[in-house]
């Protein structure tokens, strides 16, 4: 549990200091995972320890955020580079740019 | 072994009061960005995380009350914040819902 918290926190505080949407999607979608599941996971075993209970509907939930939240990582990504919001890029080329520019290109031929 | 028990009960609480207050830090934290943060993708980014701390209070709370009628809540809350966050991505993007050309 405490640890869910911290990976949490650490996430919330590498949202307001990171530069850049991606660098802040990078924040924003690995560690509330590895915090949600983890905190997830303590409300399991203390309805497990103290009163026997099995809960699948947490587990369910587990399960769940550990599909969505590469995907909606993956969708907001896109959503920010077609809304032409620039990378803070130092020293390397977007890639992403310039496939889209070459196959642009091809559909236009 | 029933001061171990006791002991044990006590440890958890003040756990669980501890993280109820570093999830409410990251949630001004994240408040903050969403008011101040330069562009939308940020926005929508933050909600996206306002989402998942809105899980862990839920999971928090049942830890607290020891119920397990919270459980159908923090679900819930997972979807809706997924379905939230896809439907973002897509105004932001200004594209339709489900395309062919997907890369």
Redo the contacts between chains.
């Keep these: 549990m405490l640890s869910g918290t911290f990976f949490i926190f650490s996430s919330a505080l590498g949202i307001n200091r990171f530069p850049d949407v991606f660098t802040r999607l990078h924040a924003a979608t690995k560690a509330p995972t590895l915090g949600i599941m983890s905190i997830l996971l303590a409300t399991f075993l203390f309805l497990y320890g103290s009163h026997q209970i099995v809960s699948g509907k947490l587990l369910l939930a587990i399960l769940f955020i550990f599909l969505s939240s590469p995907v909606s990582g993956h969708m907001l990504s896109r959503a920010a580079h077609k809304a032409n919001v620039k990378p803070y890029l130092r020293h390397r080329e977007d890639e992403y740019e310039t496939y889209m520019r070459t196959k642009n290109k091809k559909q236009a031929k | 072994m029933i001061d171990v028990l006791h002991v044990v009960e006590h440890i958890?609480y003040i756990?669980?009061l501890?993280?109820i207050t570093?999830?409410a830090?990251?949630?001004i934290?994240?408040i903050?960005?969403v008011l101040v943060g330069p562009?939308?993708?940020?926005r929508?980014?933050?909600l996206?995380?306002i989402g998942?701390?809105l899980?862990?209070t839920a999971?928090?709370t049942?830890?607290l009350l020891?119920t397990?009628k919270l459980?159908?809540v923090?679900?819930l809350i997972?979807?809706l914040s997924?379905i939230g966050?896809?439907a973002?991505?897509?105004y932001?993007?200004?594209?339709v819902i489900i395309d062919r050309d997907s890369?």
Excluded: H, Q, W
């Design positions: 958890l756990t669980t501890i993280c570093g999830i830090l990251s949630l934290l994240l903050y960005r562009s939308n993708p940020d929508a980014t933050a996206d995380v998942v701390c899980m862990a999971a928090l049942s830890i020891a397990t459980n159908d923090i679900l997972g979807i997924f966050t896809l973002l991505a897509k932001l993007e200004m594209g890369d």
